[in-house]
């Protein structure tokens, strides 16, 4: 989250601005580890668009691929969650970052969620 102060004469406004994560919701069609040229990662991919916002006002739509960072907090107890309901056919939600990986126009993952039916 970022904050920007604006002073406008004498009166003062605070903004603040938010990247635009996404969420989605669906089966795990597609989930694999290390891409040729980024290690410690993963993809996860339910096959549903979305825009990735990379910050600085860059987006890209029609984005499928969601990184998760095996480096961050959680990452790795993500991945068995998505391992899990690939292996069960179980939906789950995710939650995008509004942060790309560096060097990629692919957002992390920030959260994954399984419910029962």
Avoid: H
């Amino acid at each position: 989250m970022n904050i920007l102060k604006v002073a406008l004469g004498m009166t003062s406004f605070i903004l603040v601005l938010t990247s635009e994560a996404a969420t989605l919701t669906g089966p795990v069609k597609e989930l694999w580890v290390n891409d040729a040229t980024i290690e410690n990662i993963a993809f996860i991919n339910l096959r549903k668009n979305y825009t990735a916002n990379c910050g600085g006002g860059s987006s890209f739509p029609s984005q499928q691929l969601i990184i998760i960072d095996f480096s961050k907090p959680s990452m790795r107890e993500a991945y068995s969650m998505a391992l899990a309901a690939t292996m069960s056919g179980k939906d789950i939600t995710v939650g995008t970052s509004g942060i790309c990986l560096p060097g990629t126009y692919v957002e992390t993952l920030r959260y994954i969620n399984i419910t029962q039916p």
